[in-house]
């Protein structure tokens, strides 16, 4: 996405000279393919990197994986090759055969190398036979995980076993340092958010014989530990506690004692009274209070997706993958979890439609809308823009017909009440923005975004660039970089959430 006014013709060109690079093999053979999230710790933060699954192999982004390491500059691109950099040493692709030169060196992976949509792709086995060789940081992978780890991180571990509750069952969790822990409910299971540090299971699921609790599961493949509990049948309770040195964690799922029916009181001698009983009937219990209201909602839209890779830059960074990387940290920036729900519109590798996007913002009723791109901002780099949709006066806008009721707003207008507010959240958001050191931010433009035509809230589009093919992704992609940008949009969006 290079400027908003020219959409269109930015996507063409930038599919033409993406092909005229050579890395895309229009000839190679159709696989099948499936899309899944490899998470990268380092000491910075975490990096979310998509995996191919073709034919049941689990592929990686060879550039941008090794990129996560140090800068990467490419030596030389032809049909089926690749020439790249990292760290004084060379790394020689070529499409097709399993074996990578690293050096002097000839290492033979497990699969071979391919090119996939533009990117050049490596089996799994590349990070702990290849990535060694190219950094002095250590680089560690378990094989069959989903995650690795970049540089001197311990990461936690943790043993878990259950045993009996009154009316449930208790699960025990003892880690190997201190956590953090959060808990939510979502589609009948229980999550208990794992915070402080990198967590490595032994396990990543356990499962039980009980009526109380089915299965725990690990998942951190959106770069934030977790405990997915799945109870074994509705109605139950469950009550977690952190002990004070923050290493165990215990969790009862119950059985909620049933509610007593209150009765009115018998007079002594009275029919139907049983003999012996006091006067007076069963003591009311209190009734459950209800659950709390879901927090407000603010939706972020990480733009394109699948086959849609929208930008690229030279070293084979795509706009979709490094959007979806963004939305994902303010989706977990610490000071928006904590008074709103943050809904992204895609996950994982998919590609929604426009309507489809705006079909599931508009139904969260959000407090903002934010729509992530990445794209061509010229020889400046890390520079963002900030649009909003443009104002049209009533004259513009087609009369309804008289039989429509006048509360009735058409899809293609509903971003027009909320004009003037989506302004205001755009400059709350470049005003965080302009502290982040190094950035160049523009002033709030105006430009007809597609995505924001149709959205019923407050609604921005943020463009980051320099990516280009002419040019490295370079400080885009590191992981200190992005945090600082997600916390700045999410801290954007409390300030105007908080009408400041």
């Known amino acids: 996405m290079e400027t908003i006014s020219s959409w269109s ?21 159709r696989h099948s393919l499936t899309g899944d999230n490899f998470v990268f710790y380092m000491p910075g933060g975490h990096q979310i990197v998509p995996v191919n699954t073709v034919n049941g192999v689990r592929y990686l982004p060879a550039l941008q994986v090794m990129g996560l390491a140090g800068n990467v500059s490419v030596l030389q691109q032809k049909r089926n090759s690749l020439k790249a950099v990292l760290g004084g040493t060379e790394v020689d692709f070529h499409v097709g055969d399993a074996k990578v030169r690293v050096g002097k060196v000839q290492i033979e992976l497990a699969q071979p190398v391919r090119i996939l949509q533009g990117q050049l792709l490596v089996p799994l086995d590349f990070l702990t036979q290849v990535m060694p060789m190219l950094t002095p940081q250590r680089v560690r992978c378990e094989p069959g995980s989903g995650r690795a780890f970049i540089g001197n991180i311990n990461p936690v571990t943790f043993t878990l076993r259950t045993e009996p509750a009154p009316n449930g069952i208790r699960v025990v969790v003892r880690f190997s340092d201190k956590v953090n822990v959060q808990t939510a409910s979502t589609n009948g299971r229980w999550i208990i958010y794992l915070g402080g540090q990198p967590v490595e299971p032994l396990e990543p699921a356990f499962t039980f014989q009980s009526r109380y609790l089915s299965n725990v599961q690990f998942d951190d493949r959106d770069g934030v530990p977790k405990l997915i509990l799945t109870p074994a049948s509705p109605n139950l309770n469950l009550f977690p506690k952190l002990a004070e040195d923050q290493k165990v964690l215990m969790a009862e799922v119950i059985q909620p004692p049933p509610i007593a029916i209150q009765q009115s009181p018998v007079a002594p001698g009275a029919p139907g009274k049983p003999p012996g009983q006091p006067p007076g009937g069963l003591a009311p219990q209190t009734p459950p209070s209800p659950p709390p209201p879901p927090l407000p909602a603010v939706v972020v839209d990480p733009g394109h997706g699948g086959a849609d890779a929208g930008a690229r830059s030279r070293d084979g960074i795509l706009e979709k993958d490094l959007v979806a990387g963004l939305a994902d940290r303010v989706r977990n920036a610490p000071p928006i979890t904590r008074r709103y729900r943050v809904v992204l519109t895609r996950a994982g590798d998919a590609n929604p439609s426009f309507d489809e996007r705006e079909t ?7 407090i903002a809308f934010v729509t992530l791109h990445a794209g061509d901002l010229g020889e400046t780099s890390p520079a963002v823009r900030l649009y909003v949709y443009p104002f049209e006066s009533p004259a513009t806008l087609s009369a309804p017909e008289e039989k429509v009721l006048p509360l009735f707003v058409p899809w293609a207008a509903a971003q027009q009440p909320h004009l003037e507010q989506s302004r205001v959240l755009a400059q709350a958001i470049r005003a965080q923005l302009a502290q982040v050191a190094g950035l160049t931010v523009a002033d709030v433009e105006d430009a007809p975004v597609r995505q924001l035509r149709s959205v019923a809230a407050p609604a921005v589009a943020i463009e980051l660039g320099t990516l280009r093919p002419a040019s490295d992704a370079g400080v885009l992609t590191q992981p200190d970089f992005q945090q600082k940008l997600a916390e700045a949009i999410a801290q954007g969006i409390l300030q105007f959430g908080s009408g400041g």
Not at 9 to 29: C, D, H, K, N, Q
């Open 360 to 366: 599931k913002t508009n139904s969260e009723r959000p």
């Open 9 to 29: 013709g930015v996507r063409r060109r930038s599919a033409v000279l993406a092909a005229a690079l050579g890395l895309l093999v229009l000839l190679w053979p």
